[in-house]
């Protein structure tokens, strides 16, 4: 089964000043750090950019840093501010591959070993006609946006955007018949899964 990523970097980010992906974090930018995972383990994939029309001089040249350093394909989202659903729908329409890796670009501590323990799920999840694989916790909080969403996945989430304006992600996976993984069998320290949202998370990270 052939894998492709999406590395969803389209939000409005206003905790973080406007701007997330490209925040300094350790000798790079934190979209880095999901990219590089995936360069390392040889998975083709795109990154999703927020609408052209909101994109500034500033966001073009750190864009170019990113397609010129790492040879892979960009896009952008085609409807501003509908939130990931439309990143989703983005970056599938552009990518090949069976199954789809959707990460964030603000988890600074991904690593290889939870991508290969989310990955090990493929079979399991085919043999039982889930479209989806999502990491839950013991709260029944999920991580929609770093799981893996079969190709079948993409004409589903395309009758929903027809009928409907927005729609919560939830309801978006709640269709797929999703294959639901306790988070812990991702990365028993759960660590993974931190996400940046506002400076103080920035601060935390940075110290640890």
């Given at each position: ?69 790492y040879r892979q394909g960009i896009t952008w989202d ?131």
């Amino acid at each position: 089964m052939r894998v492709a990523g999406i590395v969803l970097s389209g939000g409005s980010a206003k905790r973080l000043g406007g701007e997330k992906p490209f925040r300094r974090f350790g000798e790079g930018y934190l979209i880095e750090a999901p990219i590089k995972v995936l360069v390392e383990m040889r998975i083709p994939f795109v990154v999703v950019f927020k609408h052209l029309k909101y994109l500034g001089r500033g966001d073009i040249q750190k864009i170019r840093y990113i397609l010129s350093r790492y040879r892979q394909g960009i896009t952008w989202d085609v409807v501003y501010n509908r939130g990931p659903v439309v990143g989703i729908l983005s970056g599938m329409r552009v990518i090949d591959g069976d199954w789809i890796l959707v990460l964030p670009c603000d988890t600074p501590f991904i690593n290889r070993e939870s991508l290969e323990n989310l990955l090990s799920y493929m079979e399991t999840a085919e043999s039982n006609n889930h479209l989806c694989i999502v990491p839950r916790h013991e709260n029944g909080h999920i991580e929609p946006l770093f799981s893996l969403y079969s190709r079948s996945s993409l004409k589903v989430l395309e009758r929903l955007l027809k009928k409907r304006r927005e729609f919560p992600l939830r309801e978006f996976i709640e269709r797929l018949n999703p294959l639901y993984i306790p988070a812990e069998k991702i990365d028993r320290s759960k660590r993974v899964f931190t996400n940046i949202n506002t400076f103080q998370d920035l601060r935390r990270a940075i110290e640890r």
